[in-house]
């Protein structure tokens, strides 16, 4: 009984690529000898990659030995692009203070930062950048709850 029963089957059950092909009989004897011609060399491939296999032909005036001609094979690959990934910046969504819960939590958060009074900054730069700072915090993460749910 043969130990590696079941490599020499997976061996015998792989397609034998020199003849998936249809070429004259000078592109598939791979010996010759004393006037006789055989095809002893063979390419073989698992069956899920046969369809990547373009052509299997001999070489005939390219030889490893003096009675041997060389077996060759082409494959062909598929090359995958590699996406960019594209970044952008996060948009706050000012149409989420239409919301009553985000327009109270955004009026007590602005108003803390600036100071808790009525009065405006008379500096608008900082003021405008104070409340883009509370409305990524809230409004994000408003979106990112209803996001979830």
Not at 2 to 16: A, I, K, V, W, Y
Not at 108 to 136: F, S
């Amino acid at each position: 009984m043969n130990e590696n029963h079941g490599l020499l089957q997976d061996f015998t059950c792989r397609p034998f690529l020199n003849t998936y092909f249809k070429k004259k009989e000078e592109y598939r004897v791979t010996f010759k000898s004393g006037g006789r011609y055989t095809q002893v060399d063979y390419v073989l491939c698992r069956r899920c990659n046969l369809k990547e296999i373009g052509d299997c032909k001999v070489l005939a005036g390219d030889s490893v030995a003096r009675q041997h001609w060389m077996v060759v094979c082409r494959k062909v690959l598929e090359v995958k692009k590699k996406r960019r990934r594209v970044k952008t910046e996060r948009r706050i969504r000012w149409w989420k203070l239409k919301a009553e819960d985000c327009s109270v939590r955004f009026r007590e958060e602005v108003r803390q930062v600036l100071g808790g009074g009525e009065e405006v900054w008379d500096d608008w730069a900082t003021t405008a950048e104070v409340i883009r700072e509370e409305a990524d915090d809230i409004l994000v993460e408003a979106w990112r709850c209803l996001e979830e749910m």
